[in-house]
């Protein structure tokens, strides 16, 4: 694993925005696995600026999104389809038609889960999935439990996200209690990844995740086992890892 350190979110969102285009550079059609959440905005508002003035293309680019809340709209402004448009996609020359969110309001969740798993085969898996971290060690919306779910699934969500996400809603009563999201077996499957954490808030989870047993109750402890992992980290969200 290699661990880039960096003074503060605006250093750490640069460095992981670097890592992105150069994956773009190096192959123009490449698979981005993408990720939402806080932690990401600043790395896609440095990618829309380098689009604009340094002509970073993402025509070519192909996109698989981890994960999306149960029944949210993909207009609704809290639902993940909604975050990658207005945070990256509709500034950026990416083909719509190119970029893939799991479906939150299919009828039938287990058969889209089933869809997405294909879609994410017939791309040939990501060359890069970028990564943030739940701080009960969540990656995507995989939550701590017995046993690593290798598929797309419908989770429910822990009080514990739901509580950490109730701050984007305008109550708490209104996150939805269930997500779709990619499984470890597809983020492992990716070519490397990319896990962007930021604040002493999440240190302990960086903690757990890097320098504890690998185990289900802390999703994120299976990227020790992925051969090509990197860890762009600001120095407080680094505080508890020796
Ligand atoms: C959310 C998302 C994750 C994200 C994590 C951390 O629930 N499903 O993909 O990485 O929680 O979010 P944040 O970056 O806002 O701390």
Redesign the pocket.
């Known amino acids: 694993m290699q661990i880039y350190r960096t003074e503060n979110y605006e250093a750490m969102s640069e460095k992981v925005a670097a890592l992105i285009a150069a994956q773009i550079i190096a192959r123009p059609d490449c698979v981005l696995g993408l990720?939402?959440?806080?932690?990401?905005i600043g790395a896609y508002a440095r990618l829309v600026e380098w689009h604009r003035e340094g002509g970073l293309s993402f025509a070519g680019v192909r996109t698989v999104n981890?994960?999306e809340y149960r029944g949210l709209t993909p207009n609704h402004d809290q639902s993940y389809r909604y975050f990658m448009q207005t945070n990256l996609f509709d500034h950026v020359d990416v083909d719509r038609a190119n970029t893939n969110v799991p479906d939150g309001l299919a009828a039938d969740p287990a058969a889209e889960c089933a869809r997405y798993d294909r879609v994410l085969r017939d791309l040939g898996y990501a060359d890069l999935q970028l990564?943030?971290?739940?701080h009960n060690g969540?990656?995507?919306?995989n939550e701590p439990g017995p046993a690593f779910v290798l598929p797309t699934h419908m989770v429910d969500l822990t009080e514990s996200?739901i509580n950490?996400?109730a701050r984007l809603f305008s109550s708490r009563d209104e996150v939805p209690r269930q997500?779709l999201t990619m499984g470890i077996g597809g983020i492992m499957r990716a070519k490397r990844v990319v896990v962007a954490v930021s604040g002493a808030d999440?240190a302990e989870a960086v903690a757990r995740a890097f320098a504890g047993p690998v185990t289900p109750e802390v999703p994120a402890s299976v990227l020790q086992l992925h051969p090509d992992v990197v860890l762009v980290a600001d120095a407080a969200a680094l505080s508890k890892l020796n």
């Open positions: 990720a939402t959440g806080s932690t990401p981890l994960d990564l943030g971290l739940g969540h990656i995507g919306f996200t950490a996400n997500a999440k």
